[in-house]
């Protein structure tokens, strides 16, 4: 290892380990609930599993203005952005493929069946966000295909909220700053009695930096509304209706072509219901969603769109049945059905049926057994049994767990049928309808070390044995499986099931917890995740080479009276990438810092603030030619009523 890099791994190291040790902080428990391990409220530390809670306020008072910017300083997940302000991220989680992570709002599931690039499309505005939790690991006995590397889970406050309340929040945060940005956050929150009512709009708009003949513009808008009703002591009905419209310049989003100047529009409509049933020890869930995305892609100003509508209704029943302190059952059954109508990819449909059984068992106050298991039926596919189980033991200030099970993942309509219905692919992906789902079994050990709700250290080490990974591979004119549409001097890249695939990890979190008083805080999170992967094809696929090797984010808040100051920042070491056509490059490793300094006044219900963004005007791309922007200077002021 080169003396240079070694000593700036080292003064990250001490960086992080001094900002861990004297970091402490504000209106943050250490051990939330967490619904997301178990599908029921249980103590984080119960669950056997590595979850990280951020609360949704959180986006208001740091340095991002989008939901994927925010997760990109969460401790151990990786957000591979390809633009500003929620035009389009890719999640990772413990060196997944980002079609791997399962993305949920209020425990219905969101991933779009054309293709895992939209998954960071979340059609909820932040203001209606009580908090987001980041599982990670295999979940797929609870959750089904795609959730391989980890679960984020959106829950908002409209469908949390409880009976009888009277609550009034009213919140407007509004910026501009350099390339014409004009950035609005708004919304409102009213509860009482029965009724509670929720709204909220987010908005990032920009001329953006210049990119390769063309700025890097967005106009990125999403408008929610949710109500809860709650019918009697027993019965509450939820709904909520969202609309999300993302307008971008995509550049060398999806190619490394130069003739690429590419522009895309995504429009999504999102509709949800879940009636709820609680009486006694029982509790019973009907969810129900419809989901329509509308992409258009141009690849430049002289070639015809790409014009594809994916639908995904949905439906399940959860009970869950609390015979003892010790004992708790969960049933459940779900219905998918998902379809493309796409003059890139043609008409397709395809459902998916799954049934599962889970059981919280405490034999002792100290250990805690959560088995799983699930039953899912792929069309055309068939069957697919599995199981999961999860262990938490409490030893002093010392929780130890450990997790193993099962994943699969079936193929998006990008994956089977991406270029397979133009009459000629020059150069490109080409889907493959063949593909098998993949299959993997996960299993972890770790440890969380809580201090009296003031420190939190958690360290897990994990591995996952993956068969038939979907990835795409370079693949010869002469081995492609269909040449009907495609050019014998072409450039292609195949999908391909490859043989055996296996990640190792560890990874480390950290949290620090304390009030100085009530006008003084500083409040901390951070985490480091250290990968290795091994494939047993010749050739190197797309993306198990591009996550990160090692990767170490942080956020991190100072309060002292009238003034806060928030800094994240994120460090990636991964294998570097050229393409010299556009002059682009991955480098091996980069560091980038946010800066947001606020001024609070009038009792904490008006503040201004300015915001720095890529501090050091750091040159970097996480996806090969899709440049990120420099620094950028802006400004705005909030108003909490």
Same mark, same amino acid.
């Given at each position: ?120 499309? *979340? ?28 679960? *984020? ?489």
């Amino acid at each position: 290892m080169p003396l240079k890099l070694r000593k700036m791994k080292l003064r990250l190291l001490a960086v992080y380990l001094l900002v861990s040790i004297i970091a402490t902080a504000q209106d943050v428990t250490l051990d939330p609930v967490t619904v997301t391990s178990t599908m029921v409220p249980e103590r984080a530390s119960k669950t056997g599993r590595n979850v990280v809670t951020l609360k949704g306020d959180k986006i208001t008072q740091l340095p991002v203005t989008s939901i994927d910017e925010l997760l990109r300083y969460i401790p151990g997940l990786e957000v591979q952005m390809r633009g500003p302000a929620g035009s389009q991220s890719d999640f990772s989680v413990r060196g997944s493929t980002f079609q791997q992570v399962l993305v949920i709002l209020d425990g219905v599931r969101l991933n779009d069946p054309n293709t895992g690039h939209f998954n960071s499309y *979340i059609p909820i505005a932040t203001a209606e966000i009580d908090r987001i939790e980041v599982l990670k690991g295999a979940s797929s006995a609870l959750y089904g295909s795609e959730a391989v590397g980890g679960v *984020i889970h959106i829950i908002t406050k409209t469908f949390v909220s409880k009976q009888g309340e009277t609550q009034k929040h009213l919140q407007l945060q509004t910026s501009a700053g350099e390339f014409g940005l004009m950035n609005v956050n708004a919304g409102g929150f009213y509860q009482k009695g029965n009724t509670v009512l929720s709204v909220g709009m987010l908005s990032a708009n920009a001329e953006g930096q210049q990119q390769r003949g063309i700025k890097g513009y967005f106009h990125n808008n999403t408008i929610s509304a949710s109500l809860n009703q709650y019918i009697n002591q027993y019965w509450n009905v939820s709904v909520r209706s969202a609309y999300d419209s993302r307008d971008f310049a995509a550049q060398n989003f999806y190619t490394t072509f130069i003739s690429d100047t590419a522009n895309e529009q995504v429009k999504t409509f999102w509709n949800q219901l879940r009636i709820g049933y609680k009486k006694n020890k029982s509790r019973l869930s009907i969810l129900g969603s419809y989901k329509t995305a509308d992409d258009t892609y141009q690849f430049n100003s002289v070639g015809l769109p790409n014009k594809s509508k994916s639908k995904l209704a949905q439906g399940s029943v959860i009970y869950d049945y609390t015979q003892s302190e010790q004992v708790n059952y969960i049933v459940g059954v779900q219905y998918q059905n998902k379809a493309i109508n796409s003059n890139d990819r043609g008409k397709h449909n395809l459902s998916q049926t799954a049934g599962f059984i889970s059981l919280n068992y405490n034999p002792t106050k100290k250990f805690t057994i959560n088995p799983a298991l699930r039953l899912d039926w792929i069309e055309g596919i068939g069957t697919e049994l599995v199981p999961q189980i999860n262990l938490s033991y409490r030893l002093h200030k010392w929780q130890l767990r450990a997790s193993g099970g099962k994943t699969i993942r079936d193929a998006d309509f990008t994956e089977r049928f991406n270029n397979y219905n133009k009459a000629f692919v020059a150069s490109g992906r080409i889907g493959n309808p063949d593909l098998d789902p993949e299959r993997s079994f996960s299993y972890e050990l770790g440890a969380d070390y809580l201090l009296s709700n003031t420190l939190k250290i958690s360290a897990s080490a994990f591995q996952r044995y993956q068969t038939k990974l979907i990835d795409y591979v370079t693949t010869p004119y002469v081995q492609m499986p269909r040449k009907d549409n495609l050019s014998p001097t072409g450039n292609y890249a195949l999908a391909k099931n490859i043989s055996k695939v296996t990640t190792t990890g560890i990874e480390m979190d950290i949290q620090f917890v304390r009030n100085f008083s009530n006008k003084q805080s500083l409040w901390m999170n951070s985490g480091f995740v250290w990968l290795d992967d091994h494939s047993s094809a010749g050739t190197p696929s797309l993306y198990i080479s591009s996550h990160a090797k090692y990767i170490f984010n942080f956020n991190l808040q100072y309060r002292v009276d009238w003034l806060r100051i928030a800094f994240n920042g994120l460090y990636k070491k991964r294998d570097p990438q050229t393409a010299s056509a556009i002059n682009a490059n991955v480098s091996a490793q980069y560091f980038v810092l946010n800066s947001k300094i606020e001024g609070l006044m009038l009792k904490d219900r008006l503040s201004l603030f300015v915001e720095i963004d890529n501090v050091f005007d750091k040159n970097y791309q996480d996806v090969l030619g899709s440049q990120m922007p420099g620094r950028w200077f802006m400004s705005g002021f909030k108003i909490n009523l």
